[in-house]
């Protein structure tokens, strides 16, 4: 079955540069969640978006910015990195109907280390 | 606000010994709840849930979990652990859509389960 994809699996970046980390749900799923996880921390909610629009906001950065666009895939776009921001980035997928509506399927994350 | 308490950081157990990982929970209104599991340099996979109904839930690898609306708990077990179950748990919860939910997860701090020969 078709999972979550997420890339790069792997980033490594400067202080103060930027990065793009990229989400393609699973087929015909149409919310996507992304989610930060420093080193040995759990999973802090980012940013969801359902359809296209913005549908809840956690504890994300000024920094950051994300959108999904029309084939749904989604991008985390990370501006101005400090070494904070070094963590596993996830994204989950999840369908609005059917009997999987409130199920999160994850993806492997992207490990992002800021140098 | 809801929050997870996972009251275990740490369960070493032998290998086909029985295992429970705690999780609490606090919310104003009813929740749905979650067990995830992480093996090393990987994602998130879900174990199982609970969304109403029977209190006992059934997940996969033979894992269980009992919801106790009483005492807010809702704690993961396994009779006979393997080598392979090795791994760092979580427990989530997310709140329904008549709470105004977009089902976003709220995770405890995970339970690292080493199961040792």
């Known amino acids: 079955a078709a999972g979550v994809i997420q890339s790069p699996r792997h980033l490594i970046k400067e202080k103060r540069e930027t990065a793009t980390l990229k989400c393609y749900p699973i087929?015909?799923?149409?919310?996507v969640y992304w989610y930060q996880q420093g080193p040995g921390q759990d999973p802090q909610f980012l940013i969801s978006?359902?359809?296209?629009?913005?549908?809840d906001k956690g504890s994300i950065p000024d920094r950051f910015s994300a959108q999904q666009f029309s084939d749904y895939h989604s991008e985390l776009n990370m501006s101005s990195l400090e070494l904070g921001d070094s963590a596993l980035y996830f994204c989950a997928s999840s369908p609005r109907q059917g009997h999987s509506y409130n199920e999160q399927f994850f993806g492997p994350g992207t490990r992002l280390t800021v140098l | 606000a809801q929050s997870v308490t996972q009251l275990d950081s740490q369960v070493p157990v032998f290998e086909e010994a029985p295992v429970e990982l705690r999780c609490n929970y606090s919310?104003?209104?009813?929740?749905?709840l979650f067990w995830y599991v992480q093996y090393p340099n990987q994602g998130l996979q879900l174990l199982l849930k609970?969304?109403?109904?029977?209190?006992l839930v059934k997940g996969i690898n033979g894992f269980e979990a009992e919801f106790n609306k009483s005492q807010t708990s809702f704690h993961l077990r396994k009779p006979s652990v393997h080598i392979s179950d090795t791994a760092e748990y979580f427990c989530?919860?997310?709140?329904?859509?008549?709470?105004?939910?977009?089902?976003?997860?709220?995770f405890g701090k995970g339970t690292l389960l080493t199961v040792n020969p």
């Open positions: 609970y969304l109403s109904g029977s209190t």
């Open positions: 919310s104003s209104v009813s929740v749905y």
């Open positions: 989530a919860v997310s709140l329904p859509r008549s709470a105004g939910s977009n089902y976003k997860l709220t």
């Open positions: 087929p015909r799923h149409d919310t």
């Open positions: 978006f359902y359809e296209k629009m913005q549908s």
